[in-house]
Protein backbone atom coordinates (compact mmCIF):
# COMPACT_ATOMS: atom_id res chain seq x y z
CA UNK A 1 0.00 0.00 0.00
CA UNK A 2 1.49 3.36 -0.82
CA UNK A 3 1.93 5.58 1.35
CA UNK A 4 1.92 9.77 1.28
CA UNK A 5 5.24 11.09 2.41
CA UNK A 6 5.57 14.37 3.91
CA UNK A 7 7.66 16.91 5.60
CA UNK A 8 7.34 19.63 7.34
CA UNK A 9 7.96 21.97 3.87
CA UNK A 10 5.15 20.28 1.88
CA UNK A 11 2.30 21.98 0.94
CA UNK A 12 -0.82 19.26 -0.06
CA UNK A 13 -3.49 20.77 -2.58
CA UNK A 14 -6.00 18.02 -2.69
CA UNK A 15 -8.73 18.42 -5.64
CA UNK A 16 -12.07 15.95 -4.82
CA UNK A 17 -14.83 15.19 -7.31
CA UNK A 18 -18.11 13.26 -6.83
CA UNK A 19 -16.36 10.27 -6.00
CA UNK A 20 -15.56 11.59 -2.49
CA UNK A 21 -19.11 11.41 -1.65
CA UNK A 22 -20.21 8.31 -3.59
CA UNK A 23 -19.53 6.24 -0.51
CA UNK A 24 -21.74 8.54 1.69
CA UNK A 25 -24.67 7.60 -0.96
CA UNK A 26 -24.36 11.08 -3.03
CA UNK A 27 -24.76 9.91 -6.74
CA UNK A 28 -21.90 10.63 -8.70
CA UNK A 29 -22.69 12.80 -12.03
CA UNK A 30 -21.43 10.75 -14.78
CA UNK A 31 -22.34 7.83 -12.65
CA UNK A 32 -26.52 8.83 -13.71
CA UNK A 33 -25.35 8.74 -17.13
CA UNK A 34 -25.58 12.52 -17.26
CA UNK A 35 -29.32 12.15 -16.63
CA UNK A 36 -32.25 13.05 -14.19
CA UNK A 37 -35.52 11.99 -14.60
CA UNK A 38 -34.84 11.85 -18.72
CA UNK A 39 -33.20 15.45 -18.45
CA UNK A 40 -30.23 16.28 -19.57
CA UNK A 41 -28.02 17.72 -15.98
CA UNK A 42 -27.42 20.48 -18.26
CA UNK A 43 -30.79 21.38 -19.00
CA UNK A 44 -31.23 21.69 -15.19
CA UNK A 45 -27.94 22.99 -14.38
CA UNK A 46 -27.85 25.85 -16.89
CA UNK A 47 -28.69 29.61 -16.58
CA UNK A 48 -30.69 28.94 -19.85
CA UNK A 49 -32.59 26.30 -17.98
CA UNK A 50 -33.37 28.14 -15.46
CA UNK A 51 -35.15 30.52 -17.35
CA UNK A 52 -37.05 28.20 -19.19
CA UNK A 53 -37.94 26.22 -16.42
CA UNK A 54 -37.58 27.25 -12.70
CA UNK A 55 -39.65 24.81 -11.39
CA UNK A 56 -37.55 21.80 -13.18
CA UNK A 57 -34.66 23.16 -11.91
CA UNK A 58 -36.15 23.87 -7.99
CA UNK A 59 -37.39 20.42 -8.20
CA UNK A 60 -33.95 18.69 -9.05
CA UNK A 61 -31.80 21.25 -6.17
CA UNK A 62 -34.56 20.06 -3.59
CA UNK A 63 -34.41 17.17 -4.45
CA UNK A 64 -30.77 16.85 -3.89
CA UNK A 65 -31.02 18.93 -0.74
CA UNK A 66 -32.95 16.27 0.50
CA UNK A 67 -30.83 13.33 -0.36
CA UNK A 68 -27.62 15.25 1.09
CA UNK A 69 -29.58 16.06 4.31
CA UNK A 70 -29.71 12.54 4.60
CA UNK A 71 -26.24 11.23 4.12
CA UNK A 72 -23.26 11.50 6.45
CA UNK A 73 -19.70 12.39 5.76
CA UNK A 74 -17.67 8.88 5.37
CA UNK A 75 -14.25 7.99 5.90
CA UNK A 76 -12.95 9.65 3.12
CA UNK A 77 -14.19 13.12 4.22
CA UNK A 78 -12.86 12.63 7.51
CA UNK A 79 -9.37 11.55 6.90
CA UNK A 80 -9.10 14.61 4.67
CA UNK A 81 -10.01 16.96 7.65
CA UNK A 82 -7.53 14.99 9.79
CA UNK A 83 -5.21 15.93 7.51
CA UNK A 84 -5.75 19.54 6.98
CA UNK A 85 -5.62 19.01 10.99
CA UNK A 86 -2.27 18.17 10.32
CA UNK A 87 -0.88 20.41 8.03
CA UNK A 88 -2.90 23.62 8.80
CA UNK A 89 -1.71 26.41 6.42
CA UNK A 90 0.10 24.29 4.14
CA UNK A 91 -3.62 22.35 3.67
CA UNK A 92 -5.83 23.85 0.96
CA UNK A 93 -9.09 21.58 -0.12
CA UNK A 94 -10.81 22.44 -3.40
CA UNK A 95 -14.13 20.52 -4.12
CA UNK A 96 -16.01 20.83 -6.85
CA UNK A 97 -18.88 18.89 -4.69
CA UNK A 98 -21.60 20.96 -3.71
CA UNK A 99 -23.40 18.52 -1.02
CA UNK A 100 -21.12 20.26 2.41
CA UNK A 101 -19.84 16.79 3.71
CA UNK A 102 -16.66 17.77 3.73
CA UNK A 103 -17.73 21.01 6.04
CA UNK A 104 -19.90 18.52 7.86
CA UNK A 105 -16.84 16.36 8.43
CA UNK A 106 -14.43 19.31 9.99
CA UNK A 107 -12.88 20.73 6.99
CA UNK A 108 -12.21 24.73 6.97
CA UNK A 109 -9.89 25.60 4.40
CA UNK A 110 -11.55 24.60 1.53
CA UNK A 111 -13.27 26.42 -1.42
CA UNK A 112 -16.18 25.00 -2.87
CA UNK A 113 -15.46 25.68 -6.37
CA UNK A 114 -18.98 25.18 -7.94
CA UNK A 115 -21.10 26.47 -5.30
CA UNK A 116 -23.06 25.33 -2.03
CA UNK A 117 -26.25 23.34 -2.44
CA UNK A 118 -27.20 24.80 1.12
CA UNK A 119 -26.90 28.04 -0.37
CA UNK A 120 -29.06 30.14 -2.63
CA UNK A 121 -29.16 33.61 -3.81
CA UNK A 122 -31.07 36.32 -5.56
CA UNK A 123 -29.54 36.16 -9.15
CA UNK A 124 -30.03 39.79 -9.03
CA UNK A 125 -28.38 40.75 -5.96
CA UNK A 126 -26.23 38.02 -6.14
CA UNK A 127 -25.29 37.86 -2.28
CA UNK A 128 -25.47 33.59 -0.96
CA UNK A 129 -27.38 33.05 2.25
CA UNK A 130 -27.99 29.61 3.78
CA UNK A 131 -31.30 28.14 2.45
CA UNK A 132 -32.23 24.66 3.33
CA UNK A 133 -35.79 24.62 1.83
CA UNK A 134 -36.99 22.89 -0.80
CA UNK A 135 -39.56 24.33 -3.39
CA UNK A 136 -41.20 21.22 -5.24
CA UNK A 137 -43.93 23.47 -6.46
CA UNK A 138 -45.05 27.08 -7.29
CA UNK A 139 -44.90 29.86 -5.40
CA UNK A 140 -41.08 30.26 -6.05
CA UNK A 141 -38.62 32.48 -3.63
CA UNK A 142 -37.93 35.70 -4.30
CA UNK A 143 -35.67 38.31 -3.62
CA UNK A 144 -37.21 40.72 -0.25
CA UNK A 145 -35.48 43.70 -1.43
CA UNK A 146 -35.52 43.38 -5.46
CA UNK A 147 -38.42 40.94 -6.57
CA UNK A 148 -35.98 38.93 -9.02
CA UNK A 149 -36.20 34.91 -8.51
CA UNK A 150 -34.11 32.90 -6.10
CA UNK A 151 -31.78 30.97 -7.36
CA UNK A 152 -29.80 28.09 -6.21
CA UNK A 153 -25.99 29.17 -5.15
CA UNK A 154 -24.31 26.94 -7.81
CA UNK A 155 -21.71 27.49 -10.58
CA UNK A 156 -23.96 26.36 -13.84
CA UNK A 157 -22.73 25.09 -17.02
CA UNK A 158 -21.51 28.06 -19.04
CA UNK A 159 -20.62 30.07 -16.04
CA UNK A 160 -17.73 31.49 -14.69
CA UNK A 161 -16.04 30.37 -11.22
CA UNK A 162 -15.15 32.97 -8.74
CA UNK A 163 -12.42 34.80 -9.05
CA UNK A 164 -11.44 35.06 -5.96
CA UNK A 165 -11.80 31.26 -5.48
CA UNK A 166 -9.36 31.16 -8.19
CA UNK A 167 -6.64 33.73 -7.50
CA UNK A 168 -6.56 31.89 -3.54
CA UNK A 169 -5.54 28.62 -5.06
CA UNK A 170 -3.18 29.36 -7.73
CA UNK A 171 -1.58 32.03 -4.85
CA UNK A 172 -1.18 28.60 -2.80
CA UNK A 173 0.31 26.67 -5.68
CA UNK A 174 2.60 29.25 -6.46
CA UNK A 175 3.79 29.50 -3.34
CA UNK A 176 4.42 26.05 -2.51
CA UNK A 177 6.88 25.50 -5.64
CA UNK A 178 8.07 22.39 -5.87
CA UNK A 179 7.17 22.03 -2.39
CA UNK A 180 3.54 21.40 -3.53
CA UNK A 181 1.91 17.71 -3.54
CA UNK A 182 -1.33 18.09 -5.57
CA UNK A 183 -3.96 14.89 -5.32
CA UNK A 184 -7.12 14.87 -7.31
CA UNK A 185 -9.62 12.57 -5.40
CA UNK A 186 -13.08 11.18 -7.08
CA UNK A 187 -13.15 13.36 -10.07
CA UNK A 188 -12.91 12.37 -13.33
CA UNK A 189 -11.34 15.62 -14.93
CA UNK A 190 -13.87 16.39 -17.24
CA UNK A 191 -14.30 19.97 -15.74
CA UNK A 192 -12.41 22.49 -16.53
CA UNK A 193 -10.68 24.65 -14.84
CA UNK A 194 -10.43 21.82 -12.09
CA UNK A 195 -8.87 19.41 -14.32
CA UNK A 196 -6.29 22.07 -15.26
CA UNK A 197 -5.29 22.17 -11.89
CA UNK A 198 -2.53 18.92 -12.39
CA UNK A 199 -0.83 20.78 -15.43
CA UNK A 200 -0.45 23.93 -12.77
CA UNK A 201 1.10 21.68 -10.18
CA UNK A 202 3.63 20.63 -12.81
CA UNK A 203 4.68 23.14 -13.69
CA UNK A 204 5.90 24.42 -10.77
CA UNK A 205 7.79 21.36 -9.79
CA UNK A 206 5.23 19.59 -7.52
CA UNK A 207 4.24 16.04 -7.28
CA UNK A 208 1.03 14.84 -8.29
CA UNK A 209 -1.40 11.84 -7.33
CA UNK A 210 -4.77 10.79 -8.40
CA UNK A 211 -6.76 8.42 -6.19
CA UNK A 212 -9.88 7.52 -7.75
CA UNK A 213 -12.23 4.28 -8.04
CA UNK A 214 -12.30 3.76 -11.83
CA UNK A 215 -9.77 6.70 -12.81
CA UNK A 216 -10.23 8.01 -16.62
CA UNK A 217 -7.52 6.63 -18.56
CA UNK A 218 -6.80 10.15 -20.28
CA UNK A 219 -6.68 12.21 -16.69
CA UNK A 220 -4.79 9.44 -15.00
CA UNK A 221 -1.93 9.75 -17.68
CA UNK A 222 -1.27 13.49 -16.29
CA UNK A 223 -0.50 12.02 -12.92
CA UNK A 224 3.06 11.09 -11.54
CA UNK A 225 1.21 8.25 -9.11
CA UNK A 226 -2.17 6.50 -9.51
CA UNK A 227 -4.27 4.86 -6.59
CA UNK A 228 -7.21 3.14 -7.47
CA UNK A 229 -9.62 2.42 -4.69
CA UNK A 230 -12.34 3.79 -3.37
CA UNK A 231 -11.46 7.41 -1.05
CA UNK A 232 -12.95 6.10 1.63
CA UNK A 233 -11.29 2.93 2.05
CA UNK A 234 -7.94 3.99 0.73
CA UNK A 235 -7.62 7.65 2.27
CA UNK A 236 -6.71 7.14 6.08
CA UNK A 237 -3.99 4.67 5.15
CA UNK A 238 -2.62 6.97 2.42
CA UNK A 239 -2.34 9.20 4.80
CA UNK A 240 -1.60 7.52 8.10
CA UNK A 241 -0.37 4.75 7.34
CA UNK A 242 -1.82 1.16 7.74
P1 LIG B 1 -17.79 12.61 -12.03
O1 LIG B 1 -19.11 11.91 -11.79
O2 LIG B 1 -17.47 13.06 -13.39
O3 LIG B 1 -16.60 11.62 -11.61
C1 LIG B 1 -16.61 10.93 -10.39
C2 LIG B 1 -15.32 10.14 -10.26
O4 LIG B 1 -15.33 9.49 -9.00
C3 LIG B 1 -15.13 9.06 -11.32
O5 LIG B 1 -13.79 9.15 -11.84
C4 LIG B 1 -15.32 7.76 -10.54
O6 LIG B 1 -14.48 6.70 -11.00
C5 LIG B 1 -14.88 8.16 -9.15
N1 LIG B 1 -15.45 7.41 -8.04
C6 LIG B 1 -16.68 6.85 -7.91
N2 LIG B 1 -16.83 6.31 -6.71
C7 LIG B 1 -15.67 6.50 -6.04
C8 LIG B 1 -15.19 6.18 -4.72
N3 LIG B 1 -15.95 5.55 -3.85
N4 LIG B 1 -13.94 6.57 -4.39
C9 LIG B 1 -13.15 7.22 -5.27
N5 LIG B 1 -13.55 7.55 -6.52
C10 LIG B 1 -14.77 7.19 -6.89
O7 LIG B 1 -17.72 13.77 -10.97
P2 LIG B 1 -16.78 15.06 -10.91
O8 LIG B 1 -15.43 14.78 -11.49
O9 LIG B 1 -16.87 15.56 -9.53
O10 LIG B 1 -20.06 20.40 -11.96
O11 LIG B 1 -17.54 16.04 -11.85
C11 LIG B 1 -17.03 17.32 -11.95
C12 LIG B 1 -18.12 18.32 -12.16
O12 LIG B 1 -18.88 17.93 -13.29
C13 LIG B 1 -19.13 18.40 -11.06
O13 LIG B 1 -18.72 19.22 -9.99
C14 LIG B 1 -20.30 19.00 -11.76
C15 LIG B 1 -20.24 18.27 -13.08
O14 LIG B 1 -20.57 18.98 -14.16
C16 LIG B 1 -21.03 21.27 -11.63
O15 LIG B 1 -22.10 20.96 -11.17
C17 LIG B 1 -20.64 22.69 -11.88
Redesign the pocket.
Known amino acids: MKRLQLDDQTRVLVLT????S??SGVP????MNGLWEGHQ?EEV?SPEGFAADPELVWRFYSLRRDGASKVQPNP?HHALARLEAALGERFLLVT???DGLHARAGSRRMLAI??ELFQSRCEQCAQPFADAHTYFARPLPTCATCGRAIRPH????GEMLDPAHLEQVYRFIDEAGPKLVFLA???????YP?SGLVDAAHAVGGKTWL??????EGYAARFDELVI????EVLPPLFFGP
Open positions: GAGVAETFRGVAGQNVHGIVWFIGTSGQVAIDAAPSGKSG
